[in-house]
């Protein structure tokens, strides 16, 4: 079946805007996950939603970072006031559960560049 | 909190040679591991995973070993290929609290011709 898929696929912005990135999660996934990589870096948990559960948003950097998701669906990541240092790719993952460990699956991910 | 290393950030094999990525994790009580492969300009992608009860699985050309005496984990690519040449991150659950994968900084792995 398809894969998670994510849009845009690059996002250009000017400092101060706000930006809203989508994921579309593998079909039947209970749970999603948002991370962040920087350039030439290993991913940065950001956010974790598991079904109807409250969201696990340990992993978001400032107050800037919101993101929902449509019960076991398509979730956004809103990043508010843009700053230059959010300049990375915006990656999004589903597995089966969150409850018990599973591999997690990637979509493409989406390069975010703050002028 | 735990960390995820890796040896090398570089690795340079031959052609059809067998390549070895390691490892190293701190956080003893981590019970699930899994490889991602990342090309260029795509989202990592699932290559194998094991669970702490085991020390050895096998895939496709992979083979991943898990040592827990020392906490190192490894991907060994059997025959490299040019289509092998990507980043290579381990990752593990970090248990308690958040959810999400803990990665590591990740190997590049370079087939020369």
């Known amino acids: 079946g398809a894969g998670v898929s994510q849009s845009p696929s690059n996002k250009v912005t000017e400092k101060g805007k706000d930006v809203e990135l989508r994921c579309d999660p593998i079909s039947g996934h209970t749970a999603l996950y948002w991370y962040r990589q920087s350039l030439g870096q290993g991913l940065e948990f950001l956010i974790y939603?598991?079904?109807?559960?409250?969201?696990?948003k340990s992993g978001l950097p400032s107050d800037r970072f919101s993101a929902e998701r449509t019960g076991e669906s398509v979730s956004t990541l809103t990043i508010q006031r843009t700053q230059q240092e959010d300049s990375a790719v915006y990656l999004c993952?589903?597995?089966?559960?969150?409850?018990?460990?599973?591999?997690?699956?990637f979509g493409p991910g989406t390069r975010l560049t703050v002028l | 909190g735990e960390s995820v290393g890796l040896h090398l950030p570089t690795l340079s094999v031959q052609e059809g040679d067998n390549s070895i990525i390691n490892c190293a994790y701190s956080?003893?009580?981590?019970?699930?591991f899994i490889w991602y492969k990342q090309e260029s300009g795509k989202g990592p992608q699932f290559i194998i995973d094991i669970r702490s009860n085991m020390d050895k699985r096998q895939g496709q050309r992979v083979t991943v070993l898990l040592n827990k005496t020392v906490k190192h984990l490894s991907l060994q690519i059997a025959a490299t290929q040019p289509g092998d040449s990507a980043v290579y991150f381990c990752?593990?659950?970090?248990?308690?609290?958040?959810?999400?994968?803990?990665f590591g900084k990740g190997t590049h792995l370079i087939i020369q011709p």
């Open positions: 990752a593990l659950y970090s248990g308690g609290g958040a959810d999400g994968l803990t």
């Open positions: 939603f598991q079904g109807n559960s409250a969201p696990d």
């Open positions: 993952a589903s597995s089966l559960t969150g409850t018990t460990k599973a591999a997690q699956y």
């Open positions: 956080n003893s009580a981590s019970d699930y």
